[in-house]
């Protein structure tokens, strides 16, 4: 095998096993810096070996029984040295705990590994940020080269943040444990949120030349899918995997064939993936089927369905829209679900009341920097430009324009400049 096929696959590899790699490790040694270590050794391991003696029948087993053989080393190693220095009469590292048995900790518990490993990487402690990054490291298993272009940050920021996590968790002594029930909900809206998050960027990124980063939404995709296995009696576990699906399926049409962004109602519906669609219809009435309230992730999800299921941009139904999103704000008042409510009732034929809702906004933008917000802007301008007033709707426009800092959406609002010209 060449050196660049093997590359190929040991990178296909990893990308499908990291997240159990490390979940298994960090149950051993109890440490998920150590775990990602230990797991990188064996990823180096693998690009040695693998060019010459060809990839084995279980690549991912593989990988495991290098990574826990160093992890075992290691341990091994710690401990002589350890003893070493209890005989020459020097006291051991007052923060050492009692040392885990690794040898007896080998057997496969995957799934609650995995489990462990999504509440630990987003353990409250941790700043957004730092948490995102190290889910993409260890879950999704991105390299930092990857995981700072996605975000268009310095690879040494994304470094850090990841180093950061890693410390801090170690620093308070975080153990690999999944939280107590009285913290279970708060730590899941956490992981949600991070996985939320990531999918977002992907699919309107804030910054950079591209409108949309297919590879980010499908990362957030398969931690959606991987947790909502995971956790299936939680019904916004599922909502929000059907709103990922939902309006994953619907990236293909962003762009139009010279790569310029294209406006939801004016995509060609048949470029939709409705294998997508079906698998996000699917995972909404999973979480509607679950006896409990409903919740934020999947009241979106059910408008995504909305647009879903309508034909033509004609045949949406706007009115419903409106009502989901009035019991949206209701549940989870916030100023972006305000700002989409507005826009939705001008699609309904509202443009006045969408306006008034706007004006409510006000208040809540100065305390949540919503001002320089470029939708709020674009909304603004297109509701104006509903009610004739295409002077008072230009200016909005080129005033979302302004703040965007993102080329793609850039010219899309200068197009609807363009548009509201006499």
Same mark, same amino acid.
């Given at each position: 095998?060449?050196?660049?096929?093997?590359?190929?696959?040991?990178?296909?590899?990893?990308?499908?096993?990291?997240?159990?790699?490390?979940?298994? /490790?960090?149950?051993?040694?109890?440490?998920?810096?150590?775990?990602?270590?230990?797991?990188?050794?064996?990823?180096?391991?693998?690009?040695?070996?693998?060019?010459?003696?060809?990839?084995? #029948?279980?690549?991912?087993?593989?990988?495991?029984?290098?990574?826990?053989?160093?992890?075992?080393?290691?341990?091994?190693?710690?401990?002589?040295?350890?003893?070493?220095?209890?005989?020459?009469?020097?006291?051991?590292?007052?923060?050492?705990?009692?040392?885990?048995?690794?040898?007896? *900790?080998?057997?496969?518990?995957?799934?609650?590994?995995?489990?462990?490993l999504v509440f630990t990487?987003?353990?409250?402690?941790?700043?957004?940020?730092n948490r995102v990054a190290?889910?993409?490291?260890?879950?999704?298993?991105?390299?930092?080269?990857?995981?700072?272009?996605?975000?268009?940050?310095?690879?040494?920021?994304?470094?850090?943040?990841?180093?950061?996590?890693?410390?801090?968790?170690?620093?308070?002594?975080?153990?690999?444990?999944?939280?107590?029930?009285?913290?279970?909900?708060?730590?899941?809206?956490?992981?949600?949120?991070?996985?939320y998050l990531v999918f977002?960027?992907?699919?309107?990124?804030?910054?950079?030349?591209?409108?949309?980063?297919?590879? /980010?939404?499908?990362?957030? +995709?398969?931690?959606?899918?991987?947790?909502?296995?995971?956790?299936?009696?939680?019904?916004?576990?599922?909502? =929000?995997?059907?709103?990922?699906?939902?309006?994953?399926?619907?990236?293909?049409?962003?762009?139009?064939?010279?790569?310029?962004?294209?406006?939801?109602?004016?995509?060609?519906?048949?470029?939709?993936?409705?294998?997508?669609?079906?698998?996000? =219809?699917?995972?909404?009435?999973? *979480?509607?089927?679950?006896?409990?309230?409903?919740?934020?992730?999947? /009241?979106?999800?059910?408008?995504?369905?909305?647009? *879903?299921?309508?034909?033509?941009?004609?045949?949406?139904?706007?009115?419903?829209?409106?009502?989901?999103?009035?019991? +949206?704000?209701?549940?989870?008042?916030? #100023?972006?679900?305000?700002?989409?409510?507005?826009?939705?009732?001008?699609?309904?034929?509202?443009?006045?009341?969408?306006?008034?809702?706007?004006?409510?906004?006000?208040?809540?933008?100065?305390?949540?920097?919503?001002?320089?917000?470029?939708?709020?802007?674009?909304?603004?301008?297109?509701?104006?430009?509903?009610?004739?007033?295409?002077?008072?709707?230009?200016?909005?426009?080129?005033?979302?324009?302004?703040?965007?800092?993102?080329?793609?959406?850039?010219?899309?609002?200068?197009?609807?400049?363009?548009?509201?010209?006499?």
């Amino acid at each position: 095998m060449s050196q660049g096929a093997a590359r190929k696959a040991v990178e296909a590899v990893w990308r499908i096993e990291a997240g159990r790699l490390v979940a298994g /490790l960090a149950r051993i040694t109890q440490d998920v810096g150590l775990a990602e270590e230990f797991a990188q050794d064996a990823l180096v391991a693998a690009l040695d070996q693998w060019p010459g003696s060809g990839v084995p #029948p279980n690549p991912g087993g593989w990988l495991m029984t290098v990574a826990k053989n160093r992890a075992i080393d290691a341990h091994r190693r710690r401990v002589v040295h350890l003893r070493a220095a209890e005989r020459l009469g020097r006291d051991a590292d007052p923060t050492d705990g009692p040392e885990p048995d690794l040898e007896d *900790a080998l057997d496969d518990h995957i799934g609650d590994d995995l489990l462990r490993l999504v509440f630990t990487a987003c353990h409250p402690s941790l700043p957004m940020d730092n948490r995102v990054a190290l889910v993409l490291r260890c879950l999704g298993g991105l390299s930092t080269d990857e995981i700072a272009r996605a975000f268009l940050i310095p690879e040494a920021t994304a470094a850090q943040r990841i180093v950061r996590a890693k410390r801090k968790l170690a620093e308070q002594h975080v153990p690999f444990a999944l939280p107590t029930p009285p913290e279970m909900a708060e730590r899941l809206a956490s992981v949600l949120e991070v996985v939320y998050l990531v999918f977002n960027e992907g699919y309107s990124a804030t910054a950079g030349q591209d409108w949309t980063r297919p590879a /980010l939404c499908h990362e957030a +995709l398969r931690l959606g899918r991987v947790i909502a296995g995971l956790i299936p009696r939680e019904p916004e576990v599922h909502g =929000l995997l059907a709103l990922m699906e939902i309006q994953a399926s619907r990236l293909r049409a962003r762009n139009g064939p010279d790569g310029a962004p294209v406006r939801l109602g004016d995509q060609d519906r048949r470029t939709w993936d409705h294998l997508l669609i079906r698998r996000g =219809l699917e995972s909404l009435a999973r *979480a509607e089927a679950l006896d409990a309230p409903v919740g934020p992730y999947t /009241l979106q999800a059910e408008i995504a369905a909305c647009h *879903a299921r309508a034909r033509t941009a004609a045949d949406t139904d706007w009115e419903r829209i409106v009502a989901l999103y009035t019991v +949206l704000g209701h549940i989870w008042p916030n #100023p972006v679900v305000t700002l989409n409510h507005a826009a939705a009732l001008g699609l309904a034929g509202r443009p006045a009341d969408g306006l008034d809702k706007l004006d409510t906004l006000d208040e809540m933008s100065r305390g949540a920097g919503l001002s320089g917000y470029p939708q709020l802007a674009a909304v603004r301008g297109d509701l104006l430009a509903r009610l004739g007033r295409s002077a008072d709707a230009a200016a909005e426009f080129r005033r979302a324009a302004a703040a965007t800092r993102n080329d793609g959406e850039k010219a899309l609002f200068l197009a609807r400049v363009r548009d509201l010209q006499p």
